[in-house]
């Protein structure tokens, strides 16, 4: 298993592919700050610059940052790491690597762990130097920034993470192609993405939630018992998919 | 001793029945030559040996013991060699044998063991990455990841088949070199490789063992006798004329004449004997070896008819 991690951390490493997640993290969570904290005074120059005066826009709040780093991270960010993980999850097989890995003896669950956990290393990194970036940020530009609520909200959004890659990782070992899983998990997120808006009856308890959550943490807008039931469900569908990633990749053919 | 035994190996993709139960054996410190045409069913065969496939049918046993899928320690006693070997680009050939050694779960003296097996494939001065490496080097890198770890057997699908010639000769001089010291199950439809190296042929042919013998052997058990004959006639004009008998069972333009596959007893009598009822001047008569490649067409005729 370790050595697995090792391979796994060395496709990262050896190739540039660190620096995509990274460099995404830090642009995503600077502009999101400097967007919310300057878009109006552009948007008001401009529209001077047109001759309009008479227009006012609401002062900005720190809660437009919080915003825009959560939707920006949902929108751009999790796109970003499924093209990532379904590449991470298909290479071995569309480029052969899988006749040298499994002629060894490894073991199909420790094969996907590995791959999972090292994206998630991988992302969890670069989100944590964006956090950093944005937490600092906000500090600098607003005077203010809500730790302890944020850490909360930023950890709904990493369990969105990991069900969104073992979505990816079930639809990788199933084709074995990069097109076919990645089409599939990005229709997994849309429609994920368009049951956020109802969030009443059964829709409080699907993980599709993660999506409002984090803003409701960081606005104090919510208790534990919403909180909970999505990310539980979220996580304990990861688990499953990852076992039935295992069962799909034992019964098909590993070359 | 056989090391490894495959018996009534059964697998069909939908309607095509791709091995239609295999047996064979492969004994200790031997080059078991499995030869066959595109798509005869070595292959498959070799992927369910790996656990690559699934079997529908069919026992594996290796040294005594029946192999499950994907069995781990049944992987650690065997290397693989593929026809067209894929490695990380990014990774060199140390790094990628180190892996291998890690997955092999090789602790002590791993460097050494490592460097071991670079020295054995000639890549120990090779310092750039896979990806910048020729396809005989990938294969001879294949070689040496299969070699870590005292692998009792190798399994080599079709080592040599994308190779240009003087990789094919340089894996062909690695495989002579592991004779006596490993068991290795060859498979290639490059029938001089096979008779170069193996000890024993096992020839399939859609999906069953045809043939199984002794190199040696393999010629003499299809009383096969080869002639080249050379006459003042053009050799395709005698190829006519000879083709109709049944004592000839092949005849080939060859550089110093024509050669002539017979078989049953006394076919050289009658050879001659047709020559000399032929209005023909004969410059050469010499009988000639036959070659792994006359006996495998004589078995795939027999088998055909």
Known sequence: ?255 | MTLLRIENLKKAFGDIHALRGVSLSVEKNEIYGFIGRNGAGKTTTLNILMSFLRKDAGRIIFAGEEIGFLDVAYKKKIGFVPDVPAFPPYLTGREILTFAADFLGIHENKREKVEEALAFSGLKDVRQKVGTYSRGMRQRLSIAQALLGDSQLLVMDEPTSALDPVGRREVLDLIKRLKEERTILYSTHILSDAESVADRIGLIDKGKILLESPMAEIKKTKDLTAYIVQTDLPVEELAEKLETEPFIKETKAEEDGLLCLLSGEGAEKRLLSRLSGLDLTVYKFVEKTPSLEDAFVEVLHENAR
């Open chain 1, 1 to 255: 298993m370790k050595t697995l991690v090792k391979y796994d951390l060395y496709y990262f490493l050896k190739t540039p592919k660190w620096v995509i997640p990274l460099a995404l993290a830090v642009f995503l969570s600077a502009l999101s700050v400097l967007s919310a904290r300057y878009m109006n005074t552009l948007l008001e120059y401009v529209l001077r610059s047109e001759g309009i005066e008479d227009v006012t826009l609401p002062p900005v709040t720190v809660m437009e940052a919080y915003r825009q780093y959560f939707t920006n991270h949902f929108q751009l960010f999790l796109l970003v790491a499924l093209f990532l993980g379904v590449h991470l999850f298909t290479h071995d097989f569309s480029r052969h690597h899988t006749t040298f890995l499994f002629a060894k003896p490894l073991r199909t669950p420790h094969y996907l762990l590995s791959k999972s956990l090292v994206l998630m290393l991988a992302l969890f990194v670069s989100l944590v130097v964006g956090f950093v970036v944005f937490a600092c940020y906000t500090h600098f530009l607003f005077g203010e920034f809500a730790l302890l609520p944020f850490i909360g909200a930023f950890f709904v959004f990493i369990t969105a993470v990991i069900l969104y890659v073992q979505v990816a990782q079930l639809f990788s070992v199933l084709f074995k192609q990069f097109l076919a899983p990645l089409l599939l998990t990005l229709v997994v997120f849309f429609l994920f993405s368009s049951f956020a808006m109802f969030d009443a009856g059964i829709f409080a308890f699907l993980p599709s939630q993660l999506f409002n959550i984090p803003l409701a943490i960081i606005e104090g807008d919510t208790a534990l018992g919403e909180v909970l039931p999505p990310v539980v469900i979220a996580l304990v569908l990861s688990i499953i998919l990852f076992f039935a990633s295992n069962e799909i990749l034992k019964r098909r053919p590993l070359v």
